[in-house]
């Protein structure tokens, strides 16, 4: 069963940069899975930020393109986000997760990030 | 963006009751539809994927899925206590993927 583990600052400052990073464990990150990144704001529903395959290549919501960035690093089995120019609206609970078959099988515990001066 | 659109957005109901949950999709997806359940202060938790599978001994036999068109249920029979938690449907049909807004289940 695989394990993911979300890491990071829980505070952000308004124009800066959110920076996180998932450690897989259990399985190899450059088995035959996308790994994404999706949010849920206090109280709301589910958003789809983005993916990265081992092998580098990227996808990324329209939404949050101008302002993701998705990285991976197979010699520590983990994947990055970095989120720019974060803003009040961008305060959430960040969940790392592994697609499957098209289904997001496991998911990290969440890591709530907060955008506040 | 496909839009997902869950009916109702919350539902209360009794351990015992059977209970049906409803996802439309904006264009067609196939059947590239899954249904995860949270409980507060949890990570999402698949039930069921492909509209209607279900992952072997992870969920219990009382989720099930259907499709018809672009219109998606799940149905919980005979509720367990817990059971109560906001299920969430999401199409993987193209990206951006995309989630419903979500329906509570609360204790009636």
């Known amino acids: 069963q695989v394990q993911l583990q979300e890491s990071g600052p829980g505070l952000a400052k308004p124009s800066g940069t959110l920076s996180l990073t998932c450690v897989v464990s259990d399985v190899s990150i450059s088995s035959n899975n996308w790994w994404s990144w999706v949010r849920q704001p206090p109280g709301k529903g589910l958003e789809w930020i983005g993916e990265i395959y081992h092998e580098g290549s990227t996808v990324y919501n329209p939404s949050l393109r101008s302002r993701v960035s998705i990285s991976v690093d197979t010699s520590k089995n983990q994947f990055s986000l970095k989120l720019s120019s974060v803003t009040a609206a961008d305060t959430a609970v960040y969940y790392c997760?592994?697609?499957?078959?098209?289904?997001?099988?496991?998911w990290g515990q969440g890591i709530l990030v907060t955008v506040s001066s | 963006d496909i839009q997902m659109t869950q009916s109702p957005s919350s539902l209360s109901a009794s351990v015992g009751d059977s209970v049906t949950f409803t996802c439309r999709a904006s264009q067609s997806i196939g059947s590239f539809l899954n249904w995860y359940q949270q409980i507060p202060g949890k990570a999402p938790k698949l039930l069921i994927y492909?509209?209607?599978?279900s992952l072997e001994g992870g969920v219990p036999s009382r989720f099930s899925g259907s499709r018809s068109g672009t219109d998606f249920t799940l149905t919980i029979s005979s509720l367990q206590p817990e059971d109560f938690a906001t299920y969430y449907c999401?199409?993987?049909?193209?990206?951006?993927?995309?989630f419903g807004q979500g329906t509570k289940l609360e204790i009636k």
């Open positions: 492909y509209a209607t599978s």
């Open positions: 997760a592994r697609l499957v078959g098209q289904k997001f099988d496991s």
């Open positions: 999401q199409q993987s049909y193209s990206t951006p993927y995309t």
